[in-house]
């Protein structure tokens, strides 16, 4: 038995540790590459022989690195921080009172949660011409709000479901209205959700690129994913240099992860419950 259980703990482990390689392995090419020369043609997978920051300085200085990164924190913390305070007003009605209009209204979020962005491409794009919506931040942050809501309404609905209503029903007898019951008891309690939220909307916006690419055509407005396409021009690829972009645009992703991370988890669980 003792054996059996041993197996069985070794094989659940080498799992594991197959999982943890598939999904590191691609960020130890990208590192790889970006500290290789351009007339390095050794495997990706092989250590450069002499490690050269050179990538790293063009990225910065010819590719207007730091610019596109501030444009794109721009776009992702303005819509982020929209599809947050939108969800979260629009979930708690939804989840507190079950009527047929709210049903309704939650299933049809699931649909749209189903459509691919790019099959509204089109008539998307000719509304933002309508309304002068192209080359403007505003323009490409309705895009962004409009396709996050709906998973950001679906989370907060389904975890405003496990807050016992008995906590709205002794504040309405404390006096509280229905706006100071949301505002001071349910958004408070909304932070592993919004923690997931702002992550999955986040990085979402952050590496979009097919609405960014038809809406943002000016240079200066351009973000990290159109940046990096700069690295891409016919006849002079530098797969090198866009590695290390690609590396430094990771990295405040990387850091909001981490200080969201013990919320994170816990929110997309319980936003799974209903």
Known sequence: MK???????????LLALLIIAIHISPFYVLLITSLKTRRDFTSRWLPPAAPTLDNFTLALKGGDLM?????TAII??????????IGAMSGYPLARYGTKFSKTLSLL??????????SVLVPLYRELVLINGLNTFWGIIILSITYGLPTSVFMYT???HTIPVALDEAALLDGCSKYAI???IIMPSLKPVTASVAILTGI???????????????????TITLMLRSFFAEGNTNLNAAAAASCIAILPLIVIYLFLSKYFVQGVVDSAVK
Do not use: C, E
């Not at 610019?67 to 444009?71: A, V």
């Not at 992702?76 to 305070?85: D, K, Q």
């Not at 097919?210 to 809406?215: R, T």
């Open 76 to 85: 992702m913390l303005i819509s982020t921080a929209l599809i947050i305070v």
């Open 109 to 118: 979020l699931l649909g749209v949660m189903m459509v691919p962005p790019l």
């Open 204 to 222: 979402n916006i952050w590496n979009d690129y097919s609405f960014q690419l038809y809406v943002l055509q000016k240079p200066k407005l351009r």
């Open 158 to 160: 389904n975890f405003i």
């Open 67 to 71: 610019h596109s990164i501030l444009n």
């Open 182 to 184: 949301f505002f001071r």
């Open 3 to 13: 054996k059996r259980n041993m197996r069985k703990a070794v094989i659940k482990n």
